[in-house]
């Protein structure tokens, strides 16, 4: 569905499922200045461990840094609730990266002039703020190094010795020779995977259809939803969907109120949405595009070793994220590169989507290949969820815009 159907390492996988417990996949950002956070308040400990705000004395600055611990809450839900406590605007709020929401999660964020007596108040059950230093600079997207990992993966049905053997081996040859980088599933959706299909929609200008794919298409969610997009897709009655749609389907409410007053206003319709959420729909679609690559020099023989043609950094081959500014690569990469976007019918100038510049994708390149850094077992033991099973305790770290479940995906093979 995404693009992601090989495997680039030799080992045998292990087998297993991930994120049984919040607590089996923990991630702590690497900031700019290369300084790992910690996680404190939450753990495989059963309750929060309250942990104590003090924020210093102002000297002129406009920011306060502080370290924002959840647990199973995505980022932005995390900096509503410190939002919603401080009476203020989200947008007041900066931070370099989305985290996973069923995990947690530690990174950092600013908050522009924040009444420091009411953020030492601070209490919510799965947040934890922590260690305040004042700054002039806002917290921006991509404003760190990376994250580190600490996942458990449980129900393996290995003997302890043919695991750590084959762990081992994978780790030795993800840190020499690096993983085919596919963009993980969290990038198009999670289980409906859709965010690319809709991207492509935007791309091609076609509104409608695009807002209608995202709220109609089929759904493995829970029953309630599921049936009101089957209903909104047969009736195409706005007003109808605004009363069936859960009130925690905020964004696909949003649009529909706006669509129950201007039918045909699909591209006000998406507006609606927070600006942050728009472009994920056509950077999926890049990603998307991105996958094929990777696919296509895997099917061709080529590999994804460096070439001549590849354009190169760090000594790693690099594919692009498709947009209106993208030079392709010389040679066989570059043949690859142009024949993944005749088989998707588009053209470099769609990309710049006239009617919704906000939309627009410029390009940027992205290697083909991760190298998890630091990788190795933490531990392995009887899997006290699954009687008779091992669960293994993995760790490593990976730059930006890197997905941890790429690496397991290899690691794995299940």
């Not at 700019?32 to 705000?53: I, S, V």
């Not at 728009?278 to 296509?296: G, P």
């Not at 081959?317 to 043949?335: C, H």
Request: hydrophobic letters at 35%.
């Amino acid at each position: 569905m995404t693009g992601i159907k090989h495997y680039s390492t030799a080992s045998k996988g292990i087998g297993g499922d991930i994120k049984k417990r919040i607590a089996d996949f923990i991630v702590r950002e690497i900031t700019f200045e290369r300084k790992t956070l910690e996680t404190k308040a939450f753990g495989e400990w059963p309750e929060k461990r309250n942990q104590e705000l003090i924020v210093p004395q102002n000297n002129g600055e406009e920011y306060l840094h502080v370290e924002m611990e959840k647990f199973n809450l995505d980022t932005n839900d995390a900096l509503r609730r410190v939002a919603r406590h401080l009476h203020c605007s989200p947008k007041r709020l900066g931070y370099a990266g989305m985290k996973d929401k069923r995990a947690i999660t530690v990174q950092l964020i600013s908050i522009w002039k924040p009444e420091a007596k009411a953020l030492e108040a601070f209490n919510q059950r799965y947040v934890s703020l922590t260690n305040a230093h004042w700054s002039n600079e806002r917290m921006e997207i991509g404003k760190l190094k990376g994250n580190d990992f600490e996942i458990t993966i449980r129900n393996i049905s290995m003997e302890k010795k043919e695991l750590e053997k084959n762990a081992e081996k994978f780790f030795a040859e993800a840190e020499k020779n690096g993983i085919a980088n596919y963009f993980g599933e969290q990038r198009f959706g999670g289980a409906r995977e859709i965010t690319h299909k809709v991207g492509k929609k935007f791309i091609e200008e076609k509104f409608e259809e695009a807002i209608m794919l995202y709220l109609t298409s089929p759904s493995t969610e829970e029953e309630e939803i599921a049936i009101a997009r089957k209903n909104l897709l047969e009736t195409l009655d706005f007003a109808r969907a605004t009363k069936e749609f859960p009130a925690k389907f905020r964004f696909e409410r949003a649009i529909l109120h706006h669509l129950c007053k201007y039918p045909k206003d699909f591209v006000g319709a998406f507006q609606k949405l927070p600006r942050h959420l728009t472009y994920l729909f056509t950077h999926a679609y890049q990603s998307y595009l991105f996958n094929q690559i990777i696919n296509r020099r895997m099917e061709t023989g080529l590999g994804l070793q460096p070439v001549e043609g590849d354009i190169v950094e760090d000594g790693i081959a690099m594919a692009p994220l498709i947009g209106f500014d993208t030079e392709f690569a010389k040679g066989k990469p570059g043949e690859i590169e142009k024949r993944v976007m005749e088989e998707e019918g588009v053209k470099l100038e769609d990309f710049r989507v006239k009617s919704f510049m906000e939309l627009s994708c410029s390009g940027a390149r992205k290697k083909i290949l991760v190298k998890p850094e630091n990788p190795g077992i933490l531990g392995i033991s009887e899997d006290e969820l699954n009687e008779g099973k091992l669960k293994l305790k993995t760790g490593f770290s990976l730059e930006k815009g890197n997905y941890a479940t790429t690496v397991l995906r290899e690691l794995m093979k299940s």
